[in-house]
């Protein structure tokens, strides 16, 4: 499995960021797939997932309203629309499926600043 994340960056507060994930080595499209989270000190959180057709998402109540989970499954690509950005939405991102499958990504560095 490898699961390839990009887009994060430095925002200001109330800006935007949109997350790609590219993923193989999983039969993608038969995976509900979700965004992960992680800061120092703190266990990995999942804050958004799609179910394997796209047709049903969740999202956790702290980016409910603010994020945008999506899926292309002839493209293997998972992503992740955030606005309105907060402090506390700074973290490291990673996608994976739901439930967790294989390896971590590297994930990618957002940080919102205020």
């Known amino acids: 499995v490898q699961l390839v994340e990009s887009g994060g960056g430095l925002v200001q507060a109330g800006g935007s960021l949109r997350l790609s994930c590219a993923a193989s080595?999983?039969?993608?499209?038969?995976?509900?797939m979700g965004w992960y989270r992680q800061t120092p000190g703190k266990q990995r959180e999942l804050v958004a997932t799609?179910?394997?057709?796209?047709?049903?998402?969740n999202y956790a109540d702290s980016v409910k309203g603010r994020f945008t989970i999506s899926r292309d499954n002839a493209k293997n690509t998972l992503c992740l629309q955030m606005n309105s950005l907060k402090p506390e939405d700074t973290a490291v991102y990673y996608c994976?499926?739901?439930?967790?499958?294989?390896?971590w990504g590297q994930g990618t560095q957002v940080t919102v600043s205020s």
């Open positions: 080595g999983i039969t993608f499209r038969l995976k509900a």
């Open positions: 799609i179910s394997s057709g796209g047709g049903s998402t």
């Open positions: 994976n499926a739901v439930p967790m499958y294989g390896n």
